[in-house]
Every structure is written in structure tokens, then in C-alpha cells.
């Protein structure tokens, strides 16, 4: 290929404020250019002056009301191609691919993907009743919280945030496996002391303690239960301060600037694809048809096995993403699987982190021959899907396909969706479930999703009175996926699961 098509990522930035002072503090926007300055100095070029394609990754935490344009500004720059992006965990490795392309197809030279938050101190000056003196926030601005795109049963239920809905997949993914609850904990214990030992690593961290498996998993007034079986230390971590960015050019444009062969990570190509947005409509819940497309894909670039990635960043907001990841992969459970330490322990910048973990794979990568570093990014609900396969050496030849969609291939793969019942009476079989803590540590409810003898689905409530239920569902050495409960109107918006006096299970 021509040079000038080849692109390259060349500078990665990361930034943290640990400030505890608001009135200190650096806003987002600051953050961002902080990022940005950081990855022109790792690059050793001057890259910014040119940069004409930006994109800024959404941002929750002080939303302005045009932060491309107010960046741009900023470096003195008009860039042909200026986003701000939709919401989405995996929206920057998206980023990095499609800047990747502008580059291949001649519509970029200097491409830049930054994003950054400041939760940190936006909560701390709200608590104190501080104004805080940054650049205009966008009244208008509309953030996600995950009911728009929820069934209304399920904001009805409470149960439309991310910490109540990915456990419906650890649950069901430890039925699905064979794992007993305690088995499981396990698991989700040893990877998450794995990765806040990376995190422990990193300067760019914010929190930088490493934890024993039993320090993660086990309840305690430090470690509160969120929602079964989660645990704080287990959730990702919003409240941080911390910036990122990615800089990319053409080969050309790098050996003109010259910039060192060593710094130069190629993309070998990657992928996309989705599940329905609405979590209710989805097949089942123990595996990810959009996520093992698109890993599928990803192991074909690097040869067909997982094996050959020497580094890897695996979307870790909760335990079962990386888990559902590493058996697709087929990797055991002790292998090496974020470059970067989560989203619990390294902080949890919201859209952003997957912007850090490209500038953390970027520096794994380099300085180590024919090396492959597998970047794979989530959104929503287990919904949205993206991995990138970075490169060390050039591939052999090829562009970047133009399309990365695997969608078709999740599709096909999909089994009918159950109707969804929202009025009903008798008997329905446990099919995941989750309990929701209160702050001080007791169960406030428990939330089911069900299936009826006839294949219908249904979610209903379990409230904290019922202590038989409630046991069964807390059980550490036996499976309640599959137990049989009787189902009866709670409210006029809600139904209610309970066991009766003797539990069955339901035939396999």
C-alpha cells in the first residue's frame, strides 16, 4: 500500500487530577487538551497543528454545549472531520477504527480521539453546594441512563441502570457453565484481583490498591453488596477525574515527521456488531451473540487463536463481560486480560475508558516484534460491540475493509425471542434474577426474569419480606436458576415471584 494510506497510531496521553478541591480542579475540557498535549510529547512530533479529524467522546460528567469546536479553538485548528460522539463503552475503539479509514481513504492526515471526565469533582462541588467556574455546560444536553432504551416493565421494576441489569447475565451465565454461585464468585474474584493488580501498576489509575480475590468478593462495611452478587469492588467506578487520548497519521506522515519505527502501531482490521437494544428482547442471557461475533472476527485477523495476542484490553464494567469474553476466546482463566486494570480499580471515566486502555495496549505493544493487541470495547447493556487488532509490523499488504460490520453473523446465530408477558398467574421457571442492596447493606428487593410452561417470558418482583425466596436466591452452593415459583399480580404495574412451600426445579 501507498504510505499515505497506511495508518498508524503514533501518540498516546493519559492524565489524572486527583484534586480535592473544586475550586482547583481541572474541568473536563481541560483534561482533554491535557491528553491531547501528552500524546503530541509520547508521539515526539508536532501533530496537532495539522490535525483535521477530531473526536470527542462522549461526556457525562460537565457536557458542553460544542466541545469539538471548543477544542479546536483551543489549538488554533479547523479539522474537516469534528464529532462529538453518541454514548457507548466501546464509541472510542469505533473511533479509532473509522479514523483509521478517513486515513486509508485520503480524507485525513492527523486524526485525534480524546475524551475525558471529571465525575470526581462534579459530585464532590454539588455535595458542598459549589459553583464550580468552568466553560458553559450545555443545559440542554440529553444523557442516557438506560431507560430509553428499556421496556417499560423493566423501569417499572427499577431495574433499567447498569448495576441492576448486568447481573441478570452473571446469574445466568453461572447456570449456563455449571458453576455453583460460590464457584462463580470465585472466577469474577480472581480476575478482578488480577486487574486491580495492573491498576495498582499504573500512575494513570485512580485507584491504586490491589486486592485479594476474598477483599473483592466477600461483603464487608468498606465492600457493601450493590446487587447480587456484586459487590462495590466489583462495579465499575464513575467518580474519577481523568483525560485520554489517541493520535493517528499515515505511515508518510510519520517518517516525514520522524517520528520513531518504534512507536508505530498498525491496525490490522476489526469489528462491530449489536444486540437488541432492549434487554428483554434478547434470546437469552448466558452469552453474547453480538460479542462472540465480533471476537470471532478478531481472532481470525490475528490467525484463528486467541493465543496470539501477545497484549489485550477485554471491557471489564462488570465480571461477567470478560468472563463471557474469555470462553469465546478460549483463554483460562489466569491469562493476562487487561492491559490497563478495569474499570473498578483504574476508574471508570465512563465513554472514555477505552481510551485509555488503546493508550495502554499502544505502550504494551511497542518495543516487541510481530506483536498483536486485541482492544475490545462494550456499550449499554451488553449491547453495543468493538474490537481492533493493533499491530506492531504492517500486515501483508491489505487495506482495512471498508465495512467491519459482523452483524449478520451475531444474527444468524440468535434464537427466537420469548413474547414478553406483563399480566399473568401460575407457575414460571426462574431464568436469571438479581437482588438490589440498600446503602446500609440489606436486600431492598429482588427482581426475576421468568419463563411460563409455554416459553413466555415475564419479570416480577421478590420483596425482601419473603425470606424463603430470598434464601434460595442467595444460596452459594446450589444453582435457584431453574427453580420453579408461583407467579401472582403484586401491584397494577408489577408482578411478584414466590416460591411455594416445597421448590422444584424444572426439567431440564
Known amino acids: 500500500m501507498n504510505p499515505d494510506r497506511i495508518p498508524v497510531l503514533v501518540g498516546v496521553g493519559e492524565v489524572i487530577d486527583r484534586s480535592r478541591d473544586p475550586a482547583t480542579a481541572k474541568e473536563p475540557l481541560q483534561l482533554m487538551l491535557d491528553a491531547l498535549a501528552e500524546a503530541e510529547r509520547d508521539a515526539g512530533a508536532a501533530l496537532l497543528a495539522a490535525l483535521d479529524s477530531l473526536d470527542v467522546v462522549c461526556e457525562y460528567s460537565w457536557p458542553y454545549i460544542d466541545a469539538p469546536g471548543m477544542i479546536a479553538a483551543r489549538l488554533g485548528v479547523s479539522p474537516r472531520h469534528a464529532l462529538y460522539g453518541e454514548t457507548g463503552g466501546e464509541s472510542p475503539v469505533r473511533f479509532i477504527h473509522e479514523a483509521a479509514l478517513r486515513i486509508q481513504r485520503g480524507e485525513s492526515a492527523v486524526a485525534a480521539i480524546v475524551g475525558g471526565e471529571a465525575a470526581y469533582t462534579t459530585a464532590a462541588a454539588w455535595k458542598a453546594g459549589v459553583t464550580l467556574n468552568w466553560a458553559a455546560r450545555d443545559a440542554k444536553a440529553k444523557l442516557l441512563t438506560g431507560r430509553e432504551f428499556s421496556a417499560q416493565t423493566a423501569i417499572d421494576h427499577g431495574v433499567a441502570v447498569p448495576t441492576n441489569v448486568y447481573p441478570f447475565y452473571e446469574n445466568a451465565t ?4 455449571g458453576q455453583t454461585p460460590e464457584a462463580a464468585l470465585a472466577e469474577s474474584g480472581q480476575i478482578w484481583s488480577a486487574f486491580s493488580k495492573v491498576a495498582a501498576g499504573s500512575p494513570a489509575a485512580w485507584g491504586q490498591e490491589a486486592f485479594t480475590a476474598e477483599e473483592i468478593v466477600q461483603p464487608s462495611e468498606k465492600n457493601r453488596l450493590i446487587a447480587w452478587p456484586y459487590t462495590k469492588r ?3 467506578n464513575p467518580l474519577v477525574n481523568q483525560g485520554a487520548a489517541v493520535l493517528l497519521t499515515s505511515l508518510a506522515k510519520a517518517r516525514e515527521l520522524g517520528i520513531a519505527e518504534e512507536k508505530l502501531i498498525y491496525l490490522r482490521g476489526g469489528a462491530a456488531a ?11 442471557y448466558h452469552e453474547s451473540h453480538a460479542q462472540n461475533a465480533v471476537l470471532n472476527a478478531a481472532t481470525r485477523i490475528a490467525g484463528g487463536e486467541a493465543q496470539a495476542f501477545t497484549a489485550m484490553e477485554l471491557y471489564s464494567c462488570f465480571p461477567c463481560v470478560p468472563k463471557m469474553a474469555r470462553r469465546t476466546l478460549k483463554l483460562p482463566v489466569t491469562a493476562p486480560m487487561s492491559v490497563t486494570g478495569g474499570l473498578s480499580f483504574f476508574g471508570a471515566p465512563l465513554n472514555n475508558y477505552m481510551t485509555h486502555a488503546a493508550a495502554n495496549l499502544v505502550r504494551a505493544l511497542r518495543g516487541q516484534p510481530q506483536a498483536l493487541g486485541l482492544l475490545y ?3 449499554e447493556y451488553v449491547t453495543k460491540h468493538h474490537a481492533l487488532v493493533f499491530a506492531t509490523t504492517p500486515g501483508e499488504g491489505q487495506a482495512l475493509p471498508e465495512s467491519y460490520s ?3 453473523e451475531a444474527d444468524a446465530r440468535r ?13 414460571a421457571t426462574l431464568e436469571t434474577f438479581t437482588i438490589v442492596y440498600t446503602r446500609e447493606g440489606q436486600p431492598e428487593c429482588g427482581t426475576v426474569i421468568a419463563r411460563t410452561p409455554t416459553g413466555e417470558r415475564l419479570m416480577a418482583r421478590v420483596p425482601a419480606s419473603d425470606s424463603t425466596a430470598m434464601a434460595l436466591l442467595t444460596r452459594l452452593d446450589a444453582q435457584p436458576v431453574g427453580a420453579v415459583g408461583e407467579v401472582s399480580r403484586l401491584d397494577a404495574k408489577r408482578l411478584k415471584w414466590s416460591l411455594p412451600d416445597e421448590p422444584s426445579r424444572a426439567a431440564k
Open 415 to 427: 434464537g427466537t425471542v420469548p413474547p414478553l408477558l406483563t399480566d399473568y398467574s401460575g407457575p
Open 274 to 284: 449489536s444486540e437488541p437494544r432492549d434487554y428483554l428482547q434478547r434470546d437469552q
Open 234 to 236: 466489583m462495579v465499575a
Open 377 to 379: 470495547g462494550q456499550g
Open 406 to 408: 459482523v452483524q449478520a
Open 174 to 177: 453461572q447456570a449456563h457453565w
